[in-house]
């Protein structure tokens, strides 16, 4: 786990109006932030340049204290999840729950991945499916198999670009509750891209508003959504 610090953050691509403009904010390690604001205001770039996705035009990023500004994705230890799941189609589910952990070659014994699948399975409720192929399963299925693959690897921190977005109002209201359930668990710094605001106010520590590339507001969600 580790605290994310952004100082100044600003993305320019090409000559144009910078996608993130200035942003700086501060989370906690532990903490779970709610990124909201309308299309094109550059949250997934800000995701981006913070999973290391995107270089950095100016300022400054931190993870657990340090400048990571120059180091590569694989340095980072974060975990983002995509709307989109990116799960790979020939592999079971424990396969592709243990795809970050065999990437990392002889740095886990094969009794520690198969614990480790055991144990996201659990989480996730996941345990029934373990053989199963990504085209056989429900949307909502495949979309905790790619929260499996990113709690595995004990990243730092999560990312999560509207996850639940593609999903059906029953099965997003049964993720939303089982994200919670993983927070309360595994207590990983989080930021969290919605346009939901059941989500922001269920998920989140604090929301922050972006507004063409800007920080407009940084807030609970209580005193975001519950103005008069
Ligand atoms: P959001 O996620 O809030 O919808 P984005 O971060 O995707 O916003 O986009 C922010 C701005 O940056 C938009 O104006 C978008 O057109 C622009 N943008 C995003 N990605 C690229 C890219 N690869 N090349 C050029 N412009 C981009
Ligand atoms: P250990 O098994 O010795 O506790 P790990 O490195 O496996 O060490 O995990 C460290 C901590 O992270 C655990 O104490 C646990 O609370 C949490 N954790 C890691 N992976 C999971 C998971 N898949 N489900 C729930 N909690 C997890």
């Known amino acids: 786990m580790a605290s994310i610090t952004l100082n100044n953050l600003v993305k320019k691509y090409g000559d144009g109006f910078p996608a993130v403009n200035g942003v700086s904010l501060d989370i906690a390690d532990g903490e ?7 299309s094109g205001c550059g949250k997934s770039t800000l995701l981006r340049m913070i999973v290391g996705l995107e270089d950095i035009t100016d300022g400054d990023l931190q993870i657990g204290g340090a400048r990571v500004n120059e180091k590569a994705p694989k340095d980072r230890n974060l975990a983002m999840v995509f709307q989109n799941y990116a799960l790979y189609p020939h592999l079971t589910v424990a396969e592709n729950i243990a795809f970050p952990l065999r990437l990392a070659k002889g740095k886990f014994s094969e009794d520690e991945i198969q614990r480790k699948i055991r144990r996201a399975a659990e989480t996730l409720e996941l345990t029934d499916h373990l053989d199963r192929k990504p085209g056989n399963l429900s949307g909502g299925q495949r979309q905790r198999v790619a929260m499996g693959r990113a709690i595995v690897r004990e990243a730092d921190a999560f990312l999560f670009d509207e996850p639940l977005s593609n999903l059906d109002a029953k099965l997003r209201g049964q993720m939303r509750t089982e994200i919670a359930r993983m927070q309360r668990r595994l ?5 969290y891209v919605t346009h939901d605001q ?3 106010m ?8 972006l507004r ?4 407009q507001q940084v807030a609970s969600p209580r005193a975001l959504y519950e103005q008069p």
């Open 212 to 215: 063409k590339g800007e920080l």
């Open 198 to 200: 059941t989500e922001a």
């Open 32 to 38: 779970f932030v709610i990124l909201v604001g309308p």
């Open 187 to 191: 207590g990983t710094t989080t930021v």
């Open 202 to 209: 269920t998920l989140g520590d604090r929301v922050a508003v």
